[in-house]
């Protein structure tokens, strides 16, 4: 008895058989909840997703939708992250930058997505919106999470390094790069999600054909719940499936030394 309770205690303490007892939680809700309803075009039960979702997973236009859409959402992302740390490192450097980038930052931290994205429509194209839609929702996180980490590196490591006349580059390697790394992952890691919220978003009011947004418009038009529950599980778990590579990217780098 007492091994059956210590087998208990362990396998409590390991992640992820709590992550999978609260997903079967709430699936069980879900469920519950899609009985109560007792119609499918209000609520879809979650074993319908699955057999809708692996429907679709055969066809070759899910893929093209699939494809379209994460492409476009990762080179925005992965834009928004070099130009934030740019121009964060920029403006930790000089005072007068960052004076000339925080209306800029602000103005589009405050600014809904739909307006973004209407104003964005002409412009670009409606093939590359989400593109610079993600781009500008996950710029000013990267810029604020950046330019907070620069801020927080150990001064009394910085005057040393400046006491022994150590190199630019090293302090940046040695002395930079680590303290900002926790910053920029917690950056990473939110950008991302709003950059997969935004981008979606945009689609969803742009239609550029072929994309993951016009699927969910369509579904919603012809009441296909199960398609737009189906699409919405896509996008969470492509949105996943990049936080856990980045992550484990990041795992590897802060290893290597």
Not at 34 to 60: D, K, Q, S, Y
């Amino acid at each position: 008895m007492r091994r059956f309770i210590t087998s208990l205690h362990n396998l409590a303490r390991r992640k992820w058989p709590q992550r999978l007892l609260a997903a079967l939680f709430w699936l069980a809700v879900w469920q519950i909840a899609a009985v109560l309803a007792g119609r499918e075009i209000v609520l879809v039960p979650p074993w319908r997703v699955a057999v809708r979702l692996t429907e679709l997973a055969r066809t070759a236009a899910f893929w093209q939708s699939v494809g379209f859409t994460l492409a476009r959402i990762a080179g925005g992302f992965a834009l928004a992250s070099l130009c934030g740390v740019a121009l964060a490192s920029l403006s930790a450097w000089k005072g007068w930058i960052h004076a000339l980038a925080r209306p800029f930052i602000s103005l589009v931290q405050s600014t809904p997505v739909a307006s973004f994205t209407i104003i964005a429509l002409i412009w670009v194209r409606a093939s590359s919106l989400s593109v610079l839609v993600s781009f500008l929702m996950s710029l000013p996180i990267f810029y604020t999470g950046t330019l907070e980490g620069i801020r927080r590196v150990d001064g009394r490591l910085l005057e040393m390094a400046r006491l022994f006349e150590v190199p630019r580059a090293r302090q940046i390697a040695a002395i930079y790069a680590p303290g900002v790394r926790s910053y920029l992952l917690s950056a990473a890691t939110g950008a991302l999600g709003i950059a997969w919220k935004a981008g979606v978003s945009a689609e969803v009011i742009g239609l550029p054909s072929g994309s993951i947004g016009q699927r969910l418009q369509q579904a919603k038009l012809f009441l296909e719940t199960a398609d737009l529950f189906a699409w919405t599980a896509v996008i969470v778990i492509l949105s996943a499936s990049m936080e856990a590579l980045l992550r484990r990217a990041a795992g590897k780098g802060g290893g290597t030394r």
